[in-house]
């Protein structure tokens, strides 16, 4: 299977893209917490770099971090070694008994291997529900159709210190299918190393999402914001709460 999210792209992404774990954790923990749910343990898929992880653990929850990404794996066991870690699809990997299950930076959207899309979605509902316990929460966000005006391409240019990344992005809207191609420079030895990455998501509406939640037996709200955090535009979250 292709690799994403290698060496550099992880670390670009760590380093510079980090603000909407940091900015999302707070209103997460609310939830969490409004929920009845002070401690436990909490599933991240996703997980990234651990950066919200980080904040569970924190915040005394005990947590299992599942990335498709090697590298980003090895950047979240540095920065939270209290957790566990897997490096596993979000759509195959075990889930365990846990209080919450949270899913944060669109990771539901993506193609990354052939168990992605909308029926594997409810396969996975459905598992995340019996792994909840009762009361038990899943939250997480996704990219909604509309990302990009109707034909149009958009480029975006981002820099650090020893890094720049260029991304180019193109919405299929008759297959509601988000392309990012992604250039990676990262200074090393005195160069610059290039690399590229293609990235793929399947754009969900809210009420598709709804939908399947429904039928996996979750109480769902759908929300626009992490406590204070505005998600962004064309962006939703949703807590789903096993009632039962």
């Known amino acids: ?6 060496n550099d792209l992880a670390y670009i992404h760590d380093v510079g893209f980090g603000e909407y774990a940091l900015k999302s954790a707070p209103g997460i923990l609310e939830i969490l917490a409004r929920a009845g749910l002070n401690g436990g ?3 991240d898929l996703g997980c990234g770099s651990g950066l919200l992880a980080e904040q569970l653990i924190l915040a005394n929850y005990r947590v299992l971090g599942i990335d498709i990404s090697e590298p980003m794996i090895k950047i979240a066991r540095k920065r939270a070694p209290q957790a566990e870690f897997q490096v596993a699809s979000l759509f195959k990997a075990g889930i365990p008994p846990c209080s919450a299950v949270t899913s944060i930076g669109e990771c539901l959207n993506y193609l990354f291997d052939s168990a992605g899309g909308t029926e594997s979605l409810g396969t996975l509902f459905r598992r995340v529900y019996r792994a909840l316990s009762a009361g038990g929460v899943f939250v997480f966000d996704i990219a909604e159709p509309g990302q990009l005006r109707p034909g149009n391409r958009a480029k ?3 820099e650090g210190d020893g890094w720049i ?3 180019d992005k193109h ?3 008759a297959r509601s299918i988000l392309t990012r191609r992604i250039v990676t420079l990262r200074k090393a ?3 610059y190393r290039r690399l590229e990455e293609i990235h793929r998501q399947r754009l969900y509406s809210v009420s598709e999402i709804a939908t399947e939640l429904r039928r996996a037996h979750f109480r769902v709200r759908a929300v626009r914001n992490f406590g204070g955090y505005a998600l962004p535009s064309r962006h939703a979250a949703f807590i789903a709460r096993k009632v039962k």
Do not use: P, W
């Not at 299977?1 to 290698?6: G, Q, R, V």
């Open 1 to 6: 299977m292709k690799e994403y999210y290698t």
């Open 165 to 167: 990344v260029l991304v």
């Open 171 to 173: 919405e299929d809207a």
């Open 189 to 191: 030895n005195g160069n």
């Open 41 to 43: 343990l909490v599933v």
């Open 156 to 158: 975006g240019f981002t």
